[in-house]
């Protein structure tokens, strides 16, 4: 998909992927092998049915394939831009194992955004049950099985805790990833459907799960998404200038530091910033970084490039953009100056060893081999746990020892009657197509429960 070049790209938050013309989108698609036995399908999380939807850009039938992608996916405008296709359906394309799978994300991503710009019909609204659903959290999650369950008739009330729609969608994910202007495009879809959202509602400080059953709701999903930030419990790690992925990020995305001087929320994240770890959220803040004017911008991961997690589209952009990479090398002390705020970090360098249970080589620390990086800024992105707010305000709502939400996996239903859970709050940390699956899984057996009562 063609982008902008790095020079301009480091220099604004606007998009970077610029996507496919009319012209590309249908040459693309006719490279589609059409496989009698779909593995491209399987590979979807949400059962798009990938084959017809591409058939359709083939033959220039744009407004039938977004219609197509609509049957299984409210939100195709923001899977073609954040979906990891590379490991679900594009991983799945027989073209993969011969050189450039289909480009899948794109085409679905092109289709939305030629529905966007030529304006966006809602289908008909069915006739109404009689029934009300609770949505906890209007994340990929909540907004999915929101969707879902309003196609069904129900009532759906989302509340979300921040005074903008969209979770993880809205407050992780940077502006030149994912606009602001297409997660609200996708939103209002999902409102048109007659999906009501009521931003500021903190559900398990203003109600809690029981009182939302005894105020007439039939079921409640819970979606509250993974808010909890890691940290590496080592010396120095409470210094000024440290930040989660998850502050640094809200800080950028729902406080607008994108657009500052517009809006007066600017990040001064002075000459050198270190970004700790070595995923999407550490991709995104370290790109962050850099067009927040830091002269150097280095990630720092105690493995190999090989097992970043991250996606390989954003490690390749990240390295475009001039980030310095810092492999095989862990922090172990934060050391501050005479006013508090960090000044540099001590590192140790790292060999692979064998493999641990995540089945990655695991990292062995090289005797002898201290040194010390110099910082302004450090963002420590080494993961995030489950949104503790309604899992400790609770009572009977199992929980594992991560406290994730414990759930049966093929209803999504908790060990509290009539309550059903999905998303990172059960996951932990997940993609944004696995969280959407759980919605729709959730959503199909609310309305067989609510279709028996």
């Given at each position: 998909?063609?982008?902008?070049?790095?020079?301009?790209?480091?220099?604004?938050?606007?998009?970077?992927?610029?996507?496919?013309?009319?012209?590309?989108?249908?040459?693309?698609?006719?490279?589609?092998?059409?496989?009698?036995?779909?593995?491209?399908?399987?590979?979807?999380?949400?059962?798009?049915?990938?084959?017809?939807?591409?058939?359709?850009?083939?033959?220039?039938?744009?407004?039938?394939?977004?219609?197509?992608?609509?049957?299984?996916?409210?939100?195709?405008?923001?899977?073609?831009?954040?979906?990891?296709?590379?490991?679900?359906?594009?991983?799945?394309?027989?073209?993969?194992?011969?050189?450039?799978?289909?480009?899948?994300?794109?085409?679905?991503?092109?289709?939305?955004?030629?529905?966007?710009?030529?304006?966006?019909?809602?289908?008909?609204?069915?006739?109404?049950s009689g029934r009300k659903v609770a949505v906890v959290g209007s994340g990929p999650a909540g907004l999915t099985a929101a969707a879902e369950l309003a196609r069904k008739g129900h009532t759906v009330v989302i509340f979300e805790a921040l005074h903008g729609s969209g979770g993880v969608l809205a407050y992780g994910i940077p502006e030149f990833r994912l606009p602001k202007e297409i997660l609200q495009a996708e939103v209002n879809y999902i409102k048109s459907l007659g999906v009501e959202i009521q931003t500021d509602k903190v559900v398990g400080k203003l109600y809690s799960v029981r009182e939302l059953l005894a105020k007439g709701f039939d079921a409640v999903f819970i979606s509250t998404g993974?808010?909890?930030p890691h940290f590496m419990n080592i010396p120095g790690e409470n210094l000024n200038g440290i930040y989660s992925a998850n502050e640094f990020l809200i800080r950028v995305n729902l406080m607008r530091a994108y657009k500052f001087p517009e809006y007066d929320t600017p990040i001064n994240v002075g000459s050198r910033v270190v970004v700790v770890g070595g995923g999407n959220s550490a991709m995104d803040a370290a790109r962050c970084a850099v067009r927040l004017g830091a002269m150097e911008v280095a990630i720092m991961y105690r493995r190999s490039r090989e097992e970043m997690p991250a996606r390989l589209e954003e490690v390749l952009n990240a390295d475009e953009e001039?980030?310095?990479?810092?492999?095989?090398?862990?922090?172990?002390?934060?050391?501050?100056?005479?006013?508090?705020?960090?000044?540099?970090?001590?590192?140790?360098?790292?060999?692979?060893?064998?493999?641990?249970?995540?089945?990655?080589?695991?990292?062995?620390?090289?005797?002898?081999?201290?040194?010390?990086?110099?910082?302004?800024?450090?963002?420590?992105?080494?993961?995030?746990g489950p949104?503790?707010?309604?899992?400790?305000?609770?009572?009977?709502?199992?929980?594992?020892?991560?406290?994730?939400?414990?759930?049966?996996?093929?209803?999504?239903?908790?060990?509290?009657?009539?309550?059903?859970?999905?998303?990172?709050?059960?996951?932990?940390?997940?993609?944004?197509?696995?969280?959407?699956?759980?919605?729709?899984?959730?959503?199909?057996a609310i309305h067989e429960q609510l279709s028996r009562t």
């Open positions: 998909m063609p982008k902008q070049s790095p020079e301009a790209r480091v220099r604004s938050f606007e998009e970077v992927a610029l996507g496919f013309t009319k012209e590309q989108a249908v040459a693309e698609a006719r490279r589609c092998l059409d496989c009698p036995k779909r593995p491209c399908a399987e590979g979807c999380p949400v059962e798009v049915e990938i084959p017809e939807f591409i058939r359709l850009v083939a033959n220039k039938d744009f407004e039938g394939a977004i219609e197509k992608i609509k049957e299984k996916n409210s939100l195709p405008a923001i899977c073609g831009r954040v979906c990891p296709q590379e490991d679900q359906c594009e991983g799945q394309c027989l073209w993969a194992k011969k050189g450039q799978s289909l480009a899948i994300g794109a085409l679905e991503r092109f289709v939305a955004d030629y529905e966007r710009e030529k304006g966006v019909e809602p289908p008909p609204r069915p006739k109404r993974a808010g909890l001039g980030v310095r990479f810092e492999m095989l090398t862990l922090p172990v002390r934060f050391i501050g100056d005479d006013r508090g705020w960090v000044k540099a970090i001590e590192c140790l360098r790292m060999r692979l060893g064998e493999p641990d249970s995540s089945g990655r080589r695991k990292p062995v620390p090289i005797e002898g081999s201290e040194f010390t990086f110099p910082v302004d800024t450090v963002v420590v992105a080494i993961g995030q949104n503790p707010m309604i899992p400790t305000s609770t009572k009977g709502l199992e929980v594992d020892g991560r406290g994730a939400i414990v759930i049966n996996q093929e209803t999504g239903l908790t060990s509290m009657k009539r309550v059903y859970a999905g998303g990172d709050i059960v996951r932990g940390g997940a993609t944004v197509i696995e969280a959407m699956g759980d919605g729709k899984r959730a959503a199909k």
